[in-house]
């Protein structure tokens, strides 16, 4: 039963943020800090404040 409840949060939190953080042009890798206490609120912050590689490649076009 833990099992399936993981594979449901992954399926339902986790592939949502990996694609998000891929299209931001960070490593989609980073999506699993969504899933560590502490971390996914530092997350938030400093993706939601920094500089997205996506963005700085579109306006260097």
Do not use: D
Not at 13 to 34: D, F, H, N, Q
Not at 37 to 58: D, T, Y
Request: positive net charge; without cysteine.
């Amino acid at each position: 039963m833990r099992g399936l409840i993981v594979l449901l949060a992954l399926a339902l939190v986790g592939v949502p943020l990996w694609r998000i953080v891929k299209r931001t042009g960070l490593p989609p890798a980073l999506s699993l800090l969504g899933f560590v206490p502490v971390a996914n609120v530092i997350f938030i912050w400093v993706f939601a404040f920094m500089e997205w590689p996506a963005l700085k490649q579109n306006s260097a076009t």
